[in-house]
């Protein structure tokens, strides 16, 4: 890479940044139903185009992190070592994720944020078309994982079942001390069901 490509991703990602923070202040102040893109890019000094070309829905604004996440959590599953299971890999992969999806912010922003979420019917419809594919995305890894048919059974239930320990991690955080203790909270509900669950072999 030239450092004129690096300097321009570097740009992108700073651009990007500032779009997703002023975002999310306006959001927070006004509501996101109230918000249009219009504003957040006069907001962030840039055009409206801008803002479409790095999010290319509105509510990606507020979830600017589920390519990542969803990205972490696959590659945690792919590449989990000889003998854990997959469970054992989402679970260390969402520990992770926890700080970029919230858990370093301050105690009022994530209450805010929670309290955004359930107030908009939009936002709580994204989140569930989200969960959808990476119930979707994570069920064919698994599949491919176990050698199994692609529309069995078992890889989307568990897969149902992993994604939904981090939607709980998100919607009770506030209740068990963050969304990594909330996350671990749930999955050990599935730890009995699901250890043995996709151990990847020795090769």
Known sequence: MTADENLTRRK?????????????????????DQVTVAQIAAAAEVAEKTVYNHFP??????????????????DAVRERAPGQSALSAVRDCLRRAATELGDGSPPAEQGAFRRMVAESPALQAHQRAMAARYEHALAGVLARETGVDPGSPEPLVAAIAMVGALRAGHETAHRCGGRAAATDRALDLLEAGLAGYAVKPDP
């Open 12 to 32: 992108m990602r700073r651009t990007r940044r500032t779009i997703a923070e002023t975002a999310r202040r306006l959001f927070t102040e006004h509501g996101f």
């Open 57 to 74: 829905a509105k509510a990606d604004l507020v979830f600017d992190a589920d390519d990542s996440v969803l990205e972490h959590l696959l």
